[in-house]
């Protein structure tokens, strides 16, 4: 059964059940990068059938990622591959980058992560140290590949996080002002300015108020699309 549920990915499992329930069950072992092998035994499963392409645009982190069903679509022309999973934070990517980011050479990396990370109690601190270590793996192998991180929403879910999110955005932020090759996607303000300010409305999540439904994604993908066009030359 934690096998499937896995599979599933946490955004269907909370419609499925409580969020609340699933957390009190699998709090502790989501929090380890060992919890989500069963996701990445399976895109290397499809690797060992057909490998992808090398030099794609590489979309990877938590569920928002994983569960982006209509990615390939969204992002043409752009050519891209998706290695989201599960429930991941910052540090999980950074475990698993030597599985589901250098086999692949990817020409850009898009990472959305960090939501997870201050659900489970993590500080704005350490998102960004976990990100300067995933910058740092990266680089051990591809030591130019432009990494474009899509800041942390903000959600009807985790509304009374959003501070902390905000901040952990800043910080990120401020490591891509001194590093060319690392460009921050901003998906937060347009879901906000859709809310007025306040929390953002409920059309662009699924019923959890967490995941993003069929209208959040399109919004994410009018926003990351043009990103990608204009910052990678593409025309």
Do not use: C
Not at 121 to 146: C, I
């Amino acid at each position: 059964m934690t096998t499937f549920l896995k599979w599933l990915g946490l955004g269907l499992l909370v419609i499925l059940a409580s969020a609340t329930g699933y957390f009190v069950l699998y709090g502790d072992e989501m929090s380890k990068a060992e919890f989500w092998e069963s996701n990445i035994e399976d895109y290397e499963a499809r690797d060992a059938e057909r490998f992808p392409d090398k030099g794609l645009i590489l979309f990877t982190g938590s569920s928002s990622i994983r569960l982006w069903s209509t990615l390939e679509a969204d992002m043409a022309p752009l050519r891209v591959l998706n290695r989201g999973f599960g429930g991941a934070h910052m540090d999980h990517v950074v475990h698993f980058a030597d599985r589901i980011i250098k086999p692949y050479e990817p020409r850009a990396i898009v990472v959305y992560v960090g939501d997870n990370d201050i659900g489970a109690d993590k500080t704005p601190e350490t998102v960004e140290a976990d990100f300067r270590a995933l910058v740092s793996k990266v680089r051990q192998t591809q030591p130019t590949v432009p990494l474009f991180y899509l800041t942390i929403k903000a959600s009807r879910l985790r509304w009374e996080l959003w501070p902390l999110m905000d901040e952990a955005n800043h910080r990120i932020g401020e490591i891509a002002a001194a590093d060319p090759l690392i460009h921050v996607i901003d998906v937060s303000a347009p879901m906000l300015a859709r809310g007025g300010g306040g929390k953002p409305p409920s059309d662009l999540f699924l019923l959890d108020g967490l995941h993003l439904s069929a209208k959040g994604y399109a919004l994410w993908t009018s926003i990351v699309q043009a990103r990608l066009l204009a910052d990678l030359g593409i025309r």
